[in-house]
C-alpha cells in the first residue's frame, strides 16, 4: 500500500486518518494513512522515517510545523512566507515542504465567492494560524488589518506583512472579510466571540477556523446580523485535507466521503 501519515504531539485528537483513509478507499487507492507521535527531539529522525518506511506523504501538526522546514529540500513559497509546513511530499528529488492549511483558507473563501483581491480583511490573532492566514491574503491582493487580545504581538505580525494593526477597542465596521485565527469560541475554551457584535455589514463575509462548535459564538452573531456569509473551519479542515491528498497521490478524492468521515469520527 501507499503509505502517507500524519506526525506531531499529542495526535489525540487529531481527525485526519479517518478523513483520508475513507479517501483512499472511494478512490479504490490501496492506501493507508497512520499517525506516528514525535516529541520534539525526535523531529530530525523524520526525514529517515519517511525513507525507511517509503512514507509518500506526511502531515505535521502542533508542535513541528515550523521544526520541520530546516530538514526538507524545496520549501513551496506560501509554506515559506508562512513560516510552517503542514504537508510534506516524498518526491524523488527530496523531500518537499507545503502549507495545504492555506490552500484551506483559499478554497474555503473561493466557495462564497470571496475574493481577497483589494478587499479589506480583518484577521483575528496572532498566532501561527493567523500568519498563515496573513501569508495567503497578503499573496491575494487583500488590504490586511489585524487584531489581537494581545496587541503588541498583532504589531510584529503586521510589521512582517505589511498589515495595520488594530486595537480591539479601535475596531470598526469597515471590512469585507473578517477571519478568525484564534481558540476563542472553540468548545472546551472561552465560550465568547473574540470581537464585538458591531463589525458586522450586509457586504461581510466571516470565516471561522474552529470546527467545534460548527457555529461559534462569532459566527452566531454575525448570522443573526444578516452578514453575506459564514464559514466555519470545517470546510477549511476538509480542503487541506484533499489538498494534501491531491500532492501525494495526484488524484482529486471525494469531498464528500470526507466530510462523512469527519462527522463520523465527531458524533
Ligand atoms: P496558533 O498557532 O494555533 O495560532 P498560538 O500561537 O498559541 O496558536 O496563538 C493563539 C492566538 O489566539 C493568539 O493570537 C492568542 O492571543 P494572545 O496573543 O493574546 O495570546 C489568541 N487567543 C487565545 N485564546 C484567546 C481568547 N480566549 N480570546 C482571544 N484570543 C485568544
Known amino acids: 500500500p501507499q503509505i502517507t501519515a500524519v506526525t506531531g504531539y499529542p495526535l489525540t485528537h487529531t481527525f485526519s486518518p479517518e478523513i483520508h483513509n475513507a479517501a483512499f478507499k472511494a478512490a479504490k487507492i490501496r492506501g ?11 523531529v530530525p529522525l523524520i526525514p529517515d ?11 505535521v501538526t502542533i508542535p513541528h510545523k515550523e521544526s520541520v522546514i530546516p530538514l526538507l529540500k524545496r520549501i513551496d513559497p506560501l509554506a515559506e512566507s508562512a513560516g510552517a509546513v ?4 516524498n518526491s524523488p528529488a527530496g523531500l518537499e515542504g507545503y502549507n495545504t492549511d492555506i490552500l484551506g483558507i483559499a478554497a474555503s473563501l473561493a466557495s462564497v465567492d470571496m475574493d481577497p483581491k483589494d478587499a479589506d480583511v480583518l484577521i483575528i490573532g496572532a498566532g501561527g494560524a493567523a500568519k498563515a492566514a496573513a501569508a495567503y491574503l497578503k499573496s491575494a491582493g487583500a488590504r490586511l488589518s489585524i487584531t489581537n487580545r494581545t496587541h503588541s504581538r498583532a504589531e510584529t505580525l503586521a510589521e512582517i506583512f505589511g498589515a495595520r494593526a488594530v486595537k480591539l477597542e479601535d475596531l470598526a465596521p469597515e471590512y469585507q472579510l473578517i477571519l478568525n ?7 472546551g475554551f472561552e465560550h465568547c466571540s473574540p470581537v464585538p457584535n458591531t463589525l458586522f ?5 466571516v470565516m471561522d477556523m ?3 462548535p460548527e457555529v461559534t459564538p462569532l459566527l452566531a452573531a ?4 444578516g452578514v453575506r456569509a459564514c464559514i466555519n473551519g470545517k470546510t477549511m479542515l476538509i480542503e487541506q485535507a484533499a489538498a494534501s491528498f491531491t500532492l501525494w ?11 462523512k468521515a469527519f462527522e463520523a469520527r465527531a458524533a
Open 32 to 42: 493507508r494513512y497512520v499517525k506516528i507521535p514525535a516529541a520534539s527531539q525526535e
Open 49 to 59: 522515517v519517511i525513507k525507511k518506511y517509503r512514507i509518500i506523504g506526511m502531515n
Open 86 to 89: 503542514n504537508t510534506i511530499r
Open 181 to 187: 485565527a484564534t481558540p476563542a469560541g472553540m468548545s
Open 201 to 205: 455589514t450586509k457586504d461581510t463575509v
Open 210 to 212: 474552529i470546527y467545534d
Open 222 to 225: 454575525a448570522k443573526a446580523a
Open 249 to 259: 497521490t495526484g488524484i482529486t478524492p471525494n469531498r464528500d466521503v470526507m466530510r
